[in-house]
């Protein structure tokens, strides 16, 4: 919708960090890992989702930027864009959870109350500012992060490291005595 709109480069991802913040923020809510939003299930899907052509999700905003319909924009389409249901049940669960999510409300509004496009980027850019990012992580909690995710990220290699690790873990298990 924001480029229909005529939403510059900076608004535009001013937007998309901010939809950053309440993706995670509604996600940790419910006890996701907020380091999973930092890499392609949430940067990179969000980045093609506001910004490739080829997005279904990004087509529908766009249709409705210009002025369309929810209903002759996914009719245009063709085909479903998921994120228009996922917006109906993201906002149902955040309002259920107290999550705090006002571009998520603000597009459902649009999408399902008639609110044009226009007047709801009107009133988000009006709104009360909060932060970009809204949990912190403390340093044990990402060294932790990091750790879990080592032994899948090792090089083939490192095959004489893992094997003593192992034989370490085998003796621990047993009492000290080597396997």
Known sequence: MAAALGMGENTRSMLMTRALAEMSRFAVAQGANPMTFLGLAGVGDLIVTCSSNLSRNYRVGYA???????????????????????????????????????????????????????????????????????????REAVQQAHREQAPHNQAPHNQASKDQASKEKVAKDNGGRNA
């Not at 999510?101 to 597009?107: D, K, Q, R, S």
């Not at 044009?116 to 500012?129: H, K, N, S, V, Y």
């Open 64 to 138: 409705m930027g210009e002025g369309r319909t929810l209903e002759e924009a996914v009719e245009s389409l063709g085909q479903v864009a998921e994120g228009v249901n996922t917006v109906k049940l993201v906002c149902a669960k955040a309002s259920e959870m107290g999550v705090y999510m006002p571009l998520a409300e603000g597009l459902s509004h649009v999408l399902f109350d008639g609110v044009p496009a226009q007047d709801m980027a009107r009133t988000l850019m009006m709104g009360e500012q909060s932060s970009d990012v809204e949990f912190i992580l403390p």
